[in-house]
């Protein structure tokens, strides 16, 4: 029946069914209403999601008084008790305010790399008061336009040293929360730093604690980079490191489209779900997209209920792969066992080595055999369009 339920782990940003529809062309002309924090999460209650997770100031705007920032969380918890809804992530908004121009923890000025070390302390504070275990970095603004501005090894300095730093106050607060790094190529900034999954699983690795540090992929950041988003997946996945994910969707080779999960890729969104459910993922999936701006808020609640629909439909269509004798058939005969290969498989011995040296393989017979993989992936398509 497809219908999300809360052990599917769906979440939704408050960024994300609470986007006006600006875009670049029409940034001061909204088509959809402002609705506060505690509408959206009613929302989303309301379309079946698990959870909802914000930056800073998606709940308490950069300017708001004391005053209204407590009415604000009081709203927001009200309508979090109401609907049910957790929050699993919270994130800083790094990017938006003219501060950010030149990059927040990479900036060239050491007053803004502080305020914005500052802003992430208080951005976790506010997160570990709503529950949320995740605390993700996106670093919209961290890169340049041009590099005779900035030394690319400072920014990867700046940045490391924010992180150690953040790292610390999270022990030191006792808060738990795991970080979460999101790569994205470009968009703001002309070239932003760690452009990749695989950039970041890399960096993490330089931090004084990479344990409590992972990734948050993006299924369209790895597209703007033409890349394959399963195999970034499971990259992350292989190193123990997939703390978290952003479904949405994304032309290859385009601006940054954000769009429902599974509305133009269908392939990949379907071996990414297949993946997730494979190696039993247990985090959020949670949605980073938003609503064309053709829709008002109706059109809002069709687009994340599509994402979590469409979701559910490639998980039953990856248990039907698994259990579709003919495919399973053709894997099995696709990937034969080791036979006489198995004495030189595994670990390094000088003896193995030697008699592998030694050994004489039948080239062209190896090569000879077809692997049928047209039909396997004709087999996939079939059951993907529904015919099988
Ligand atoms: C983007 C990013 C953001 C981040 C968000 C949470 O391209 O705009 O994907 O939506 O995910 O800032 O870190
Ligand atoms: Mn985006
Ligand atoms: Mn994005
Ligand atoms: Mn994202």
Redesign the pocket.
């Given at each position: 029946d497809y219908q999300p339920k809360p052990e599917h782990k769906f979440t939704f940003g408050l960024w994300t069914v609470g986007s006006s529809g600006a875009d670049q062309f029409a940034t001061t002309f909204p088509v959809r209403g402002p609705k506060t924090p505690a509408e959206l999460v009613r929302l989303l209650g309301e379309v079946g999601a698990y959870g909802v997770n914000f930056h800073d100031n998606d709940l308490i705007p950069l300017d708001a008084t004391p005053a209204e920032a407590e009415q604000i969380k009081k709203d927001f918890r009200a309508a979090l008790k109401e609907t049910g809804l957790v929050v699993p992530m919270a994130t800083t908004n790094l990017f938006s305010a003219q501060i950010f121009k030149d990059g927040a923890f990479t900036s060239n000025d050491p007053k803004v790399r502080a305020y914005s070390i500052q802003k992430a302390m208080r951005g976790m504070d506010l997160g570990a008061e709503f529950g949320a275990k995740i605390y993700v970095f996106w670093g919209g603004r961290e890169g340049t336009e041009t590099d005779a501005t900035k030394n690319p090894l400072d920014g990867l300095k700046r940045f490391r040293e924010a992180l150690n730093f953040l790292c610390e106050y999270n022990n030191s607060q006792g808060y738990g929360y795991k970080f979460a790094l999101e790569a994205?190529p470009n968009?703001p900034r002309g070239d932003i730093y760690l452009p990749t999954t695989g950039s970041m699983l890399a960096f993490i690795e330089t931090l004084d604690h990479p344990e409590m540090v992972g990734v948050n992929p993006?299924f369209?950041h790895e597209h703007m980079a033409g890349l394959n988003f399963m195999h970034a997946v499971a990259q992350a996945w292989d190193a123990g490191k997939l703390f978290h994910i952003d479904l949405?969707d994304q032309n290859y080779a385009r601006f940054?489209?954000?769009w429902r999960f599974g509305q133009q890729n269908w392939k990949q969104a379907f071996f990414l779900v297949k993946f997730l459910e494979d190696v039993g993922y247990t985090g959020s999936r949670h949605f980073?997209?938003?609503a064309f701006r053709t829709e008002d808020y109706e059109g809002v609640k069709d687009f994340a209920r599509g994402c979590m629909r469409t979701y559910l439909i490639f998980k039953e269509k990856a248990r039907q792969f698994n259990e579709d004798k003919e495919i399973q058939a053709l894997l099995a005969e696709i990937t034969p066992a080791s036979g006489e290969m198995e004495k030189f498989e595994g670990k390094f011995t000088a003896e193995k080595a030697a008699a592998l040296k030694a050994f004489s393989f039948d080239r062209n017979a190896i090569a000879a055999r077809g692997l049928k993989y047209e039909k396997l992936d004709q087999l996939l398509t079939d059951l993907m369009m529904g015919i099988r």
């Open positions: 994205k968009e993006e369209a949405n940054d489209q954000d980073d997209a938003h």
